[in-house]
Protein backbone atom coordinates (compact mmCIF):
# COMPACT_ATOMS: atom_id res chain seq x y z
CA UNK A 1 0.00 0.00 0.00
CA UNK A 2 1.10 3.42 -1.07
CA UNK A 3 1.49 5.51 2.23
CA UNK A 4 0.50 8.76 0.36
CA UNK A 5 -2.43 7.39 -0.55
CA UNK A 6 -3.94 7.55 2.08
CA UNK A 7 -3.26 10.72 4.00
CA UNK A 8 -6.47 11.17 5.89
CA UNK A 9 -6.30 7.43 6.90
CA UNK A 10 -2.23 8.54 8.17
CA UNK A 11 -3.79 11.88 9.82
CA UNK A 12 -6.37 10.12 11.80
CA UNK A 13 -4.23 7.40 12.80
CA UNK A 14 -1.60 9.95 14.50
CA UNK A 15 -4.13 11.67 15.79
CA UNK A 16 -5.73 8.79 17.47
CA UNK A 17 -2.42 7.70 18.66
CA UNK A 18 -1.67 10.93 20.20
CA UNK A 19 -5.01 11.30 21.80
CA UNK A 20 -4.46 11.79 25.94
CA UNK A 21 -5.49 8.74 27.63
CA UNK A 22 -7.83 9.75 30.19
CA UNK A 23 -6.20 8.90 33.52
CA UNK A 24 -7.96 7.99 37.06
CA UNK A 25 -7.27 10.69 39.53
CA UNK A 26 -4.83 9.46 42.54
CA UNK A 27 -6.79 9.33 45.63
CA UNK A 28 -6.59 12.15 47.99
CA UNK A 29 -3.92 12.00 50.61
CA UNK A 30 -3.18 12.87 53.95
CA UNK A 31 -0.56 15.75 52.80
CA UNK A 32 -3.47 17.14 50.10
CA UNK A 33 -5.92 17.06 52.98
CA UNK A 34 -3.39 19.32 55.10
CA UNK A 35 -2.28 21.10 52.32
CA UNK A 36 -5.94 22.20 51.33
CA UNK A 37 -6.42 23.24 54.72
CA UNK A 38 -3.20 25.52 54.85
CA UNK A 39 -4.18 26.98 51.83
CA UNK A 40 -7.59 27.73 53.36
CA UNK A 41 -5.15 29.38 56.41
CA UNK A 42 -3.72 31.47 53.93
CA UNK A 43 -6.75 33.02 52.20
CA UNK A 44 -7.86 33.67 55.79
CA UNK A 45 -5.18 36.00 56.31
CA UNK A 46 -4.84 37.63 53.03
CA UNK A 47 -8.56 38.21 52.40
CA UNK A 48 -10.33 37.68 55.71
CA UNK A 49 -12.97 35.39 57.14
CA UNK A 50 -15.96 36.35 54.88
CA UNK A 51 -14.49 35.80 51.55
CA UNK A 52 -13.22 32.86 52.82
CA UNK A 53 -16.17 31.11 53.49
CA UNK A 54 -17.54 32.37 50.78
CA UNK A 55 -15.55 30.07 48.96
CA UNK A 56 -15.64 27.21 51.23
CA UNK A 57 -19.22 27.06 50.79
CA UNK A 58 -18.73 26.64 47.35
CA UNK A 59 -19.55 22.98 45.44
CA UNK A 60 -16.63 22.52 43.60
CA UNK A 61 -14.59 25.95 44.42
CA UNK A 62 -11.58 26.70 45.16
CA UNK A 63 -11.62 24.27 48.47
CA UNK A 64 -13.74 21.55 46.78
CA UNK A 65 -11.58 18.39 44.65
CA UNK A 66 -13.88 15.81 44.51
CA UNK A 67 -13.93 13.78 47.54
CA UNK A 68 -11.23 16.04 49.79
CA UNK A 69 -12.79 19.25 50.67
CA UNK A 70 -12.43 21.60 53.12
CA UNK A 71 -15.35 22.83 55.55
CA UNK A 72 -15.36 25.06 58.68
CA UNK A 73 -17.17 24.98 62.38
CA UNK A 74 -17.14 28.31 64.32
CA UNK A 75 -15.37 27.74 68.21
CA UNK A 76 -18.79 26.71 69.39
CA UNK A 77 -19.38 23.64 66.72
CA UNK A 78 -21.38 25.40 64.58
CA UNK A 79 -20.91 24.36 60.80
CA UNK A 80 -20.46 27.69 58.92
CA UNK A 81 -19.18 26.44 55.79
CA UNK A 82 -19.71 23.29 53.39
CA UNK A 83 -19.18 22.77 49.71
CA UNK A 84 -21.20 19.04 49.60
CA UNK A 85 -23.51 19.62 52.10
CA UNK A 86 -24.87 23.20 52.88
CA UNK A 87 -27.92 22.06 54.55
CA UNK A 88 -25.30 21.80 57.99
CA UNK A 89 -24.68 25.30 57.75
CA UNK A 90 -25.89 26.70 60.68
CA UNK A 91 -26.34 23.49 62.77
CA UNK A 92 -24.53 22.88 65.80
CA UNK A 93 -22.76 19.59 65.79
CA UNK A 94 -20.58 20.08 68.72
CA UNK A 95 -21.67 16.87 70.48
CA UNK A 96 -23.44 14.88 67.78
CA UNK A 97 -21.24 11.34 67.53
CA UNK A 98 -20.45 9.23 64.54
CA UNK A 99 -21.87 5.84 63.85
CA UNK A 100 -19.64 4.40 66.76
CA UNK A 101 -20.13 6.82 69.45
CA UNK A 102 -17.32 9.22 69.09
CA UNK A 103 -17.29 12.68 69.82
CA UNK A 104 -14.74 13.69 66.81
CA UNK A 105 -16.40 16.92 66.31
CA UNK A 106 -15.91 17.82 70.09
CA UNK A 107 -12.52 16.38 70.01
CA UNK A 108 -11.72 18.82 67.15
CA UNK A 109 -13.59 21.89 68.56
CA UNK A 110 -11.64 21.76 72.45
CA UNK A 111 -8.26 21.28 70.66
CA UNK A 112 -8.95 24.31 68.34
CA UNK A 113 -10.12 26.51 70.90
CA UNK A 114 -6.73 25.00 73.00
CA UNK A 115 -4.95 26.24 69.59
CA UNK A 116 -3.69 23.20 68.69
CA UNK A 117 -4.87 21.05 64.87
CA UNK A 118 -3.79 17.48 64.19
CA UNK A 119 -5.80 15.13 62.77
CA UNK A 120 -8.93 12.70 64.10
CA UNK A 121 -10.44 9.56 62.97
CA UNK A 122 -14.37 8.78 62.56
CA UNK A 123 -17.07 7.08 60.32
CA UNK A 124 -18.79 9.32 58.33
CA UNK A 125 -21.16 9.04 55.29
CA UNK A 126 -19.03 8.84 52.02
CA UNK A 127 -21.07 10.90 49.30
CA UNK A 128 -19.16 9.40 46.10
CA UNK A 129 -20.57 5.03 47.60
CA UNK A 130 -23.19 6.25 49.79
CA UNK A 131 -21.85 3.84 52.74
CA UNK A 132 -20.14 4.62 56.17
CA UNK A 133 -16.64 4.31 55.92
CA UNK A 134 -13.56 5.40 58.07
CA UNK A 135 -12.07 9.13 57.68
CA UNK A 136 -9.38 11.03 58.97
CA UNK A 137 -9.31 15.03 59.13
CA UNK A 138 -7.05 17.20 59.44
CA UNK A 139 -7.84 21.00 61.63
CA UNK A 140 -6.80 23.48 62.00
CA UNK A 141 -7.63 26.80 64.02
CA UNK A 142 -7.86 30.10 61.70
CA UNK A 143 -8.75 33.52 64.08
CA UNK A 144 -12.31 32.12 65.13
CA UNK A 145 -12.85 29.15 62.62
CA UNK A 146 -11.73 25.82 62.38
CA UNK A 147 -11.15 24.73 59.16
CA UNK A 148 -11.21 20.89 58.58
CA UNK A 149 -10.41 18.45 55.02
CA UNK A 150 -10.58 14.30 55.65
CA UNK A 151 -9.83 11.93 53.24
CA UNK A 152 -11.45 8.11 53.43
CA UNK A 153 -9.35 5.46 54.79
Not at 7 to 36: G, K, N, S, W, Y
Request: proline letters at 7%; a positive charge.
Amino acid sequence: MNLFARPAALVCAALIAAAPVPVQAAEPTRDDAVALVKKAAAAYKAAGKDKLLAEVGTENGPYHKGELYVFAYDLSGVIVAHPVNPKLVGKNTYEVPDVDGKFYRKEIIDNARAGKSGWVDYKYKNPASGKVEHKVAYYEPIGEIVAVAGIYK
